[in-house]
């Protein structure tokens, strides 16, 4: 059974438009999320987190939002840059983030230039 | 600030034997936590050591084991290598304070069970 859903496996975007990158949760013992961004050959890279008690966050060009009532969390990416073409991850653990993070499957992002 | 790394990159072993990773911690971080990441799929969790202590293991048979040394360093071993045991595997630290607990991973070790 999945707890955290990705159901893009793949995402095309023109670059400087906007990317949305979405993910869902079946576990409501989640309260902290993140996502991170991996090349290939590379480990994942922290990208942004959030926590239940906030329902947005944003960091520079990437803004995420959380839907608690759906479950629900979406990745803005704007502009959409080349450099952004990657596997994006969703996690989620509970307990603020002591607990183990659990991956969705990964969307992964194509920016054309 | 020095990041998380891992040895060996790569690492090639034939079903049956026995496989040892290692990972080095961010420095200031306590914790690390293992992941095993399968073809197409997201990590999945190992284990993690906090304070050279097994704290938390997700559903993997025993001959996946760990430590922990003082300084925070970790190894991972499996013995008894399968073929389904051919992933990428990331090694992740954090600080575990009274604050949230952002992990941060290293580059991973590729291995292939032949």
């Known amino acids: 059974d999945q707890q955290v859903k990705q159901n893009s496996p793949s995402l095309s975007v023109q670059e400087g438009r906007i990317s949305i990158l979405n993910c869902d949760y079946t576990n409501s013992m989640f309260d902290y999320f993140l996502w991170y961004k991996k090349y290939p050959a590379e480990g994942p890279t922290f990208l942004i987190s959030?926590?239940?008690?906030?329902d947005k966050n944003e960091d520079g060009r990437f803004t995420v939002f959380l839907n608690k009532s759906a479950k629900h969390l979406s990745l803005h990416i704007v502009p959409s840059q080349p450099g952004d073409s990657a596997v994006y991850f969703c996690?989620?653990?509970?307990?603020?983030?002591?607990?183990?993070?659990?991956f969705g499957k990964g969307t992964r992002l194509s920016v054309i230039a | 600030e020095t990041g998380v790394t891992q040895s060996p990159t790569h690492l090639i072993k034939t079903r049956g034997q026995q496989v040892t990773l290692r990972c080095s911690s961010q420095?200031?971080?306590?914790?690390v936590s293992w992941y095993q990441q399968a073809l197409g799929q997201g990590p999945q969790f190992i284990f993690q050591?906090?304070?050279?202590?097994?704290?938390g293991r997700g559903n993997f048979p025993p001959r996946f084991s760990g430590l922990q040394f003082p300084n925070y360093s970790s190894e991972l071993n499996v013995n008894a290598l399968e073929l389904d045991d051919s992933a990428l595997y990331l090694c992740?630290?954090?600080?575990?304070?009274?604050?949230?607990?952002?992990?941060?991973f290293g580059p991973g070790t590729r291995l292939t069970v032949l």
């Open positions: 420095s200031g971080h306590n914790t």
């Open positions: 992740a630290s954090s600080y575990k304070g009274q604050g949230e607990d952002t992990q941060y």
């Open positions: 996690a989620a653990s509970a307990r603020r983030g002591n607990t183990p993070l659990v």
């Open positions: 050591y906090y304070r050279e202590e097994e704290n």
């Open positions: 959030i926590s239940s008690i906030k």
